[in-house]
Nanobody, 126 residues
C-alpha cells in the first residue's frame, strides 16, 4: 500500500507564493510518476503538473509559467512551487502517484493515478 501525505497549504496572500510537499511511503517512490491536481467545490479535479521517474515534467497550460514541480528521490517527496497566486488558485491540492508507468499513459488524467493523498487546502486572500 502506498500512502501520500500533503503539506504546506494554508492562507496565502494575493500575488504570493506557496510550496506544497507530498511525502510518499509504502512503495518504490523512484519508479512512480507523481502528479499534482487541484479541485474546487463543484468542479472537476484539474491537472496541475506531473513529473515522471526520469524527471520529465509536464505542466498544465494554465499554470506552467507560475509553477514548478520537483522530486527528491532521497526523501521520497514531490513538491509544487506556485508563484503569483490569484484567487483562482484557491483549491484543495492533491498529490497522486501512478505506479503503473504505462508508456502510453496520459498522466494529465486523474484516472491514471493509483494513489491519492488527502489533499491540502490553499486559500489565496484578497
Amino acid at each position: 500500500q502506498v500512502q501520500l501525505v500533503e503539506s504546506g497549504g494554508g492562507l496565502v496572500q494575493l500575488g504570493g507564493s506557496v510550496r506544497l510537499s507530498c511525502e510518499v511511503s509504502g512503495g518504490t517512490f523512484i519508479s512512480y510518476t507523481m502528479g499534482w491536481f487541484r479541485e474546487a467545490p463543484g468542479k472537476e479535479r484539474e491537472f496541475v503538473a506531473c513529473i515522471n521517474r526520469y524527471g520529465i515534467k509536464t505542466y498544465a497550460n494554465s499554470v506552467k509559467n507560475r509553477v514548478t514541480i520537483a522530486r527528491d528521490n532521497t526523501k521520497s517527496t514531490v513538491s509544487l512551487q506556485m508563484n503569483s497566486l490569484t484567487p483562482e488558485d484557491t483549491d484543495v491540492y492533491y498529490c497522486a502517484a501512478d505506479t503503473k508507468n504505462m508508456v502510453l499513459s496520459s498522466r494529465s488524467l486523474s484516472a491514471e493515478y493509483d494513489y491519492w493523498g488527502q489533499g491540502t487546502q490553499v486559500t489565496v486572500s484578497t
